[in-house]
């Protein structure tokens, strides 16, 4: 699509957005603030959100899972990391936002607070509102202490002011299914019974579990109900004396009911004055500062309770799966590389015959095989990134009028949840056209490059408990070596939602690395007006037994590598044995 076709829309979209600004700053003027903090997430900390429910995409147009933006009475900033810099100029009001482009270096929350801080100095704010049912309470507190000896105050609210500006919201809850915990290694009653150890070693009486994958793994239960989730609105908490459940958009049911019996279902407008009821004899309790928002802390003590942190035991439970788990796993990230190879197939095969196949049709196609090989839902957007387009990392917008030619290469990012709610997560670079076509020699370059940094990762051997960090520079090496690198993360774990931590792999990652932890490892190549290259796989982590204290990376997803783009020349020979391995094991 050219420019000019997309400039109408773009200027509708942009001038909706400065009404919209203008209806904030009003609200803004009306409560006193001076600035407000807008984040990406929703009350549940969820990455991916529903657009009716997204403040942050509603006030500024940008779509992707992550960026956060500050708006004050006469200035708005939208800040992202190296994954969303195209993405955001792209989508944003260049004459309204300005855009906070972030290195690999500083994590999103931490440009924002800086930003902040900056106008703070320079006397431009002094309250300043933070949505508190959308900020953890270590956010709220790292706020704090650099606004601390300022003249700048944190103004909580709840609702945002942004939300009193967005049409009515429909529940949509989907199906809620009961798993067979046989096949998920550990029962929800053995799950609450861990924590309640974890409590009580402590000194505790109660913690709150408020991430939505977390309850979806705390209680066994999967539901369609979000976007690019397996999990359900709700909330719940386990104390010394019991556990509560709460549905937020549906009723329990008596099968619900009597397959979780370790649970005591209330309706939310009881929870809060239920938790006593749970905590036996005392009222300590405890929250996680990095999965409890600020307003649910203040709920806790509205409720009678004293507070201490404690980081929730359920994180590294749920990263560290079970045998029974990562059996599940496997059996999708199978089915999903049939998904993707089948896709790449049909589509070099009808670009081949010459008819019309655009990045949209391609989604679409993709998205609609995922349905019909068993998945209940897709795991993220699907990315059908097509020649230069390939270069935005997070490209999340598909061209219904970007036709795919032969000859070029196309990005494809995607994955789906099947029956256990796992998520699944793949990325294939390939050459459009039947096997005729022949790529270039800087498309082939640089592919083989990516895969060499790809074999780095996927076969590295790493002391137990290594940083994440230790990894990233293992499977940067080989593109560093030739000048390049990419703006983004080696991996992130995968379980309930696509991006799960721990583990984190990047190069600020000190979380360590453990057996049973899945993760992806993906390197990229990503030049601008050029395109991007990137191959991902997921893998696990596995006991060495010839080398105690050792773990190998083990990869766990197998389709296809494009041989058309691979450079024998430029691998080494234990490179062209592993993708020989590769190969055979994708094709069987």
């Not at 933006?69 to 200035?75: D, G, K, N, V, Y």
């Not at 409720?303 to 439970?317: D, Y």
């Not at 391995?581 to 994708?586: C, D, R, S, T």
Request: with cysteine; hydrophobic share 45%; glycine share 8%.
């Amino acid at each position: 699509m050219t420019a000019t076709t997309h400039a109408p829309a773009a200027a509708a979209r942009h001038a909706q957005n400065r009404e919209r600004l203008a209806q904030l700053r009003a609200a803004m003027n009306t409560q006193k603030l001076d600035a407000l903090l807008v984040r990406s997430t929703d009350r549940y900390l969820n990455e991916y959100v529903p657009q009716a429910d997204s403040t942050r995409e509603f006030i500024t147009g940008f779509t992707g899972s992550m960026g956060d933006a500050l708006i004050t009475l006469t200035e708005a900033f939208l800040v992202v990391d190296g994954r969303y810099h195209l993405q955001a100029e792209q989508e944003a009001d260049p004459a309204a936002w300005q855009i906070v482009k972030l290195t690999l270096a500083e994590p999103i929350f931490t440009g924002l607070a800086n930003k902040l801080l900056a106008l703070v100095r320079e006397d431009k704010v002094h309250a300043v509102g933070m949505e508190s049912d959308r900020t953890t309470v270590n956010d709220k507190e790292t706020l704090e202490r650099m606004l601390a000896g300022t003249a700048a105050r944190l103004v909580p609210v709840s609702p945002s002011p942004i939300e009193a500006l967005m049409p009515p919201r429909t529940a949509r809850p989907g199906d809620l299914r009961v798993l067979d915990e046989a096949r998920v290694g550990k029962t929800s009653a053995e799950k609450v019974a861990a924590i309640q150890a974890a409590l009580k070693a402590g000194g505790l009486d109660l913690i709150l579990v408020e991430r939505l994958d977390d309850l979806a793994y705390l209680t066994n239960l999967r539901a369609d109900e979000l976007p690019y989730q397996a999990t359900f609105k709700g909330m719940g908490a386990v104390g010394r004396n019991g556990a509560l459940l709460c549905l937020h958009t549906r009723q329990p049911g008596a099968v619900l009911t009597a397959a979780r019996a370790a649970f005591r279902l209330v309706p939310e407008a009881d929870f809060a004055s239920s938790l006593v009821s749970i905590a036996g004899q005392g009222r300590k309790a405890a929250y996680d500062g990095a999965a409890t928002t600020e307003r649910n802390r203040e709920l806790l003590l509205q409720a009678g309770f004293s507070v201490a942190p404690l980081t929730n035991p359920l994180t590294e439970m749920k990263a560290r799966k079970t045998p029974e788990e990562l059996a599940r796993m496997v059996e999708a990230f199978g089915t999903a590389d049939g998904v993707v190879s089948a896709c790449s197939k049909w589509l070099c095969e009808r670009v081949d015959k010459g008819q019309r196949v655009s990045e949209a049709d391609f989604a679409q196609h993709v998205e609609q095989t995922f349905k019909e090989s068993g998945a209940t839902g897709l795991s993220f957007k699907v990315i059908s990134a097509a020649g230069a387009n390939g270069a935005i990392v997070h490209y999340s917008t598909p061209d219904p009028e970007r036709v795919i030619k032969q000859g070029e290469l196309m990005l494809l990012d995607t994955g789906a949840y099947y029956g256990e709610g796992y998520a699944t997560d793949l990325t294939r670079t390939f050459l459009v056209g039947g096997p005729q076509v022949v790529a270039t020699a800087e498309q082939k370059r640089l592919y083989t490059l990516t895969l060499k940094a790809a074999i780095a990762g996927m076969t590295a051997v790493v002391p137990a408990g290594a940083p994440g960090i230790a990894l990233d520079a293992i499977t940067r090496r080989p593109l560093w070596e030739h000048g390049l690198n990419y703006n983004h993360g080696t991996g992130h774990g995968v379980g309930i939602n696509v991006h799960e931590a721990p583990p984190s792999i990047s190069m600020r990652s000190m979380l360590p690395l453990n057996v049973g932890y899945v993760f992806s490892i993906e390197p990229g190549v990503y030049i601008s007006g050029w395109g991007g290259i990137r191959i991902e796989n997921l893998c696990t982590l596995v006991e060495l037994a010839d080398r105690p204290g050792f773990l190998q990376v083990k990869p766990l997803t197998f389709s296809p590598l494009d041989a058309r783009l691979i450079d024998d020349a430029i691998l080494t020979p234990p490179e062209r044995a592993f993708v020989a391995w590769f190969q055979e094991k994708a094709h069987a």
